[in-house]
């Protein structure tokens, strides 16, 4: 690999969200090691000293196919992803039916908000390299990804719409309540008032005070004494 394409690919792996490395041996993609130093040539990005695997990448995949590949090849695949922080998928065949398929409907069914782990997926998925097609499709949707915006389900939109109006009644009712309070506390006044008119011995000035409460009474229960 030439310098200045190793540098680009170094720039592209540090930027990179995800990797996923696909190695097929029948379809000529060439030996594991020469796919696996891809990373190796180009991690850690230009300038980083941390060749630990730690960083980089929030999602890394090691997709190997076995239809063509030598004997010894899991072994060393499954060393070099512990020692790098990959995890290693084995299919039988990117190409069998039965694992598009499987990539498909799970894919389709991740986007209309069903489990990806539900107990029946699991239970339908009987052939190792699907179960392992299906897993590239898991890796990939229940990552964290950054810039990501959790989508509120149709049974939270109605939940939050039931917790609206439940505070909205509440505030309603507590309004209702502390205005029926005030009238209460307003008619204990006026009553408390109207004693203190019946104790007045001066009869003009008595006749003054009582059309005083009257008019407030008249008032407290809405009723306009300018009217007929």
Known sequence: MSGSVASTVSEAVGRAAGLVLVWAPALGAGSLEAVCALFDHTWPPTGSEDRSGSGGPGVKLLVMVEEGACEGDAQRAVAWCAERGFELLVVCS???PASLQAVARHWLAAGAGTPLLSGDSLQSESVDSENSAVRIVEALQCHAWPGLELKKTASEKRAMGSKEETGQKSLKELEKAK???????EMETLAQQMKEVRA??????????????AMRMAASFGIDTDSD
Do not use: P
């Not at 205005?179 to 506390?185: I, N, P, T, Y």
């Not at 001066?202 to 059309?211: H, I, T």
């Open 94 to 96: 990117l190409t069998e």
């Open 179 to 185: 205005k029926a309070e005030s009238g209460v506390d």
């Open 200 to 213: 007045l011995s001066d009869d003009q000035q008595r006749r003054d005070r009582a059309c005083d409460l």
